[in-house]
């Protein structure tokens, strides 16, 4: 069975300094992706990074990058510069090969201090 | 294109009554999923669909039903509501490429009472 677990019910950051948020996950699968999606209060699940594992190197994406340890089966997400846009809840996403079936872990609510 | 659409936006529903929620996309997706996002947790999968006529089960079916008769639309069929199934309801749909990105709908919020 594939989890995905995140630690961090909620976090906060002052305004342009850097934040990670954690998420491990559960698979005997060799071959995945993993996503870091953002819903603002508006509800909208929005992508803000994703990661192929048969790729080493971490994704980045403007001020989103991610922290891939594959063999620790550990995906966190770091934010660079934070803006008071990027509060939202966090929600760290596993699929297989097979991009079947999607599992997310619990969401990590974040808050930008101005 | 709209992308992924949903409706209701919002439903109350009594127990035991039966509603469909609809999806609709524009972007010629073959697969599209249904979740349930209950109050301060993620997203579970109740239905997905890998194109027109094939469905299957994701991690919480029970109480649901699904049909794709067509590639753009997914309804979602309750029977017999419960509380248990008051909830966001997310519709979304991909591309077939490895890529693997989901796009979501508005979502439905639905209260059982």
């Known amino acids: 069975a594939q989890t995905v677990t995140q630690s961090q019910p909620e976090m906060s950051v002052q305004e342009a300094e850097t934040v990670t948020l954690s998420c491990t996950y559960d698979?005997?699968?060799?071959?995945?992706?993993l996503f870091w999606y953002k819903q603002p209060p508006s509800r909208q699940m929005i992508l803000v990074i994703r990661?192929?594992?048969?790729?080493?190197q971490n994704a980045t994406e403007n001020r989103f990058s991610v922290n891939f340890q594959k063999a620790a089966k550990s995906f966190s997400l770091k934010i660079s510069d934070s803006q008071l846009g990027d509060t939202a809840m966090y929600f760290c996403?596993?699929?297989?090969?097979?991009?079947?079936?999607?599992?997310f872990g619990t969401g990590t609510s974040l808050t930008v201090i101005p | 294109n709209a992308g992924v659409t949903q409706t209701p936006k919002f439903r109350i529903l009594k127990i035991g009554q039966s509603m469909t929620l609809q999806c609709t996309q524009d972007?010629?997706?073959?697969?599209m999923y249904w979740y349930r996002q209950d109050p301060g947790m993620g997203l579970k999968l109740i239905y997905y669909?890998?194109?027109?006529?094939?469905?299957d089960k994701g991690e919480v079916p029970n109480g649901y039903n699904v049909s794709r008769s067509t590639t753009e639309d997914f309804p979602l069929r309750l029977e017999l509501a419960a509380p248990s199934q008051t909830s966001v309801y997310f519709c979304?749909?991909?591309?077939?490429?490895?890529?693997?990105?989901?796009?979501f709908g508005p979502g439905t919020r639905l209260t059982v009472t």
């Open positions: 979304a749909s991909r591309v077939d490429r490895v890529a693997y990105e989901q796009y």
């Open positions: 698979t005997s699968e060799n071959n995945y992706y």
């Open positions: 990661q192929e594992a048969y790729k080493q």
């Open positions: 996403a596993f699929t297989t090969n097979t991009g079947n079936q999607f599992y």
């Open positions: 972007m010629n997706h073959n697969y």
């Open positions: 669909s890998v194109g027109a006529g094939i469905t």
